[in-house]
């Protein structure tokens, strides 16, 4: 039995394929997961995770922090995740993770939804994988880790380096900095934090080795 899995960008997916599971890129959008997640379903997928990176609104995540949550909040409902899943990649982390259809940048507004809807933290992707799973009958769960933490605001710069296939675009990221270097130190402290993150998943994909299929564990 495969398990699905949807990712924003290509060096996410590039961690995930080391999982005995199928990889998809949605380019960081809720329509691409959306798309990404219906593509696995077809193939015959049978579960659906959303893995990646997601900004904190818990003030207490710092970067790198790792993501299980128990639920998806996205359009108007929580969406629980699958016991099974859960278990296997050992357990929920937090309660509770917004998904969002548009980028989350600023601190402010972190600090809003984090008051608002006491959501630890806050993806693009996990509540379009979260319905797809459900219009297919599908268990789903998220596995993340943190990048941005609530305290930081997002550099405009990185908002427009990506393409629709999750990869970084050099030469835009270089344009957009060089017009704005006031930006610099906020792009070095992002990357920093985008290591610790994707190292955070990296250790975690190799803990659950191949053991993330569905039915070995159940």
């Given at each position: 039995m495969t398990?699905?899995?949807v990712v924003g960008l290509?060096?996410?997916a590039r961690i995930a394929r080391t999982l005995r599971a199928v990889v998809t890129v949605g380019g960081g959008t809720p329509n691409g997961a959306e798309l990404a997640a219906e593509s696995l379903a077809a193939g015959g997928a049978s579960g659906l995770l959303s893995?990646?990176?997601a900004g904190g609104l818990d003030p207490a995540l710092k970067p790198g922090d790792l993501l299980v949550p128990r639920a998806v909040r996205a359009f108007g409902q929580n969406w629980p995740a699958d016991p099974g899943l859960l278990a296997v990649?050992?357990?929920p982390t937090i309660e509770l993770l917004l998904s969002e259809g548009t980028i989350v940048a600023s601190a402010a507004a972190k600090h809003r939804l984090w008051q608002a809807t006491a959501a630890a933290a806050v993806d693009l992707e996990s509540g379009?994988?979260?319905e797809a799973a459900s219009r297919h009958d599908l268990p789903f769960a998220v596995l993340r880790a943190v990048c941005d933490p609530a305290s930081r605001s997002l550099p405009a710069a990185a908002l427009s380096a990506l393409n629709a296939a999750g990869k970084v675009r050099p030469w835009?990221?270089?344009a957009v900095?060089?017009?704005h270097?006031?930006?610099l130190g906020a792009l070095l402290a992002l990357a920093s934090d985008a290591r610790s993150a994707r190292r955070t998943l990296a250790e975690r994909v190799r803990a659950l080795g191949p053991s993330l299929v569905l039915g070995e564990n159940g």
């Open positions: 398990l699905g899995v290509a060096a996410e893995f990646g990176l990649l050992g357990g379009a994988v979260a835009r990221f270089i900095a060089l017009g270097p006031g930006q």
